[in-house]
């Protein structure tokens, strides 16, 4: 009989977020945890590696990206007073269980991510109902990653919730999906 779920990723190091290569996840627009809303996420070997769990009806205040054992990597935070949107993304310290602000994603005409070391990213949303690519404005618009509907190897899409997110190298994973997480948020997705 044929496995009906996915393997537990042993690797839950900081480290294992970077890689040299590009790497390839699924993202099922699903929480495993019952009545809630979320997203799991796959590696390219079929491991869980990410969570999102939405406690709230709708699109929550504060909802927590975290690794599959429950370490809550970042939190997101949708700011109340804000005319267009905006959500600041803090990463959490394991040493001192404290987090500290990593990027903020403005919603104007366009997306724009600011991270806090001086970066900037810009999301181009690209035709279907969830794709989109994440670009470095420094870099005259390097691509640092690209979810679209996930397809089989004939064409044929594998849902509405399912998407295939591809990573560039040297870039954080958990970062990436985090950015993911809000603009999953902004549409009313998670």
């Not at 429950?70 to 005319?83: A, P, R």
Request: with cysteine; hydrophobic share 35%.
């Amino acid at each position: 009989m044929s496995r009906v779920y996915p393997k537990i990723s042993s690797h839950s190091s900081p480290c294992s977020y970077i890689t040299l290569k590009p790497e390839s996840f699924t993202i099922w627009m699903k929480s495993l945890v019952f009545n809630t809303r979320g997203c799991t996420v796959y590696n390219s070997k079929g491991e869980i590696i990410y969570r999102v769990d939405n406690y709230d009806n709708k699109s929550g205040e504060e909802v927590y990206l975290m690794d599959i054992r429950g370490k809550v990597l970042f939190s997101l935070l949708q700011k109340k007073f804000s005319l267009f949107g905006c959500w600041d993304g803090y990463k959490w310290d394991d040493a001192s269980s404290e987090k500290q602000l990593w990027f903020r994603v403005r919603k104007n005409r366009s997306i724009c991510v600011s991270l806090c070391d001086g970066c900037a990213y810009h999301i181009v949303r690209m035709d279907g109902k969830f794709g989109f690519k994440i670009v470095d404005e420094d870099e005259e618009g390097a691509l640092i990653a690209e979810i679209k509907q996930k397809q089989t190897a004939t064409g044929i899409n594998f849902g509405d919730d399912v998407f295939t997110l591809t990573v560039q190298p040297h870039m954080d994973h958990s970062l990436i999906m985090a950015i993911v997480m809000v603009y999953g948020l902004i549409n009313n997705q998670i």
